[in-house]
Nanobody
Framework: QVHMAESGGGAVQAGGSLRLSCVAS????????MGWFRQAPGREREFVAA????????DLAASVRGRFTISRDNAKNTVYLQMNSLRPEDTAVYYC????????????????WGQGTQVTVSS
């Protein structure tokens, strides 16, 4: 059974940093593109970052480019989201997701999701 578990969320002040982790099990991790999405109250889930199965390609939403970095460790079945210079508008539940393709950033391509981890940034 496929399972994905996010961790690393929390409450920080603006300008702070957090590192989210997502450990996947029950799938051949290196055969999946991985992504991070977020959903703020009253808003739709939106794309944040994606990385190809070999880490050769990455993509970041314009709103986080230059502040966030996505990476993965296939030996640990883990994908990371390093978040620096956090802003109050980054407050959301962050979800990791897996897509059975080499690379994807469209939400519809991701068919396996974690339960999410809350990130709260205060001003």
């Amino acid at each position: 059974q496929v399972h994905m578990a996010e961790s690393g969320g929390g409450a920080v002040q603006a300008g702070g940093s957090l590192r989210l982790s997502c450990v996947a099990s029950g799938l051949t991790f290196s055969s999946y593109a991985m992504g991070w999405f977020r959903q703020a109250p009253g808003r739709e889930r939106e794309f944040v970052a994606a990385i190809s199965w070999s880490s050769g390609n990455t993509d970041l939403a314009a709103s986080v480019r230059g502040r966030f970095t996505i990476s993965r460790d296939n030996a640990k079945n883990t994908v990371y989201l390093q978040m620096n210079s956090l802003r109050p508008e980054d407050t959301a539940v962050y979800y990791c997701a897996a897509a059975r393709v080499s690379f994807a950033f469209n939400r519809r391509a991701f068919d396996t999701w974690g339960q999410g981890t809350q990130v709260t940034v205060s001003s």
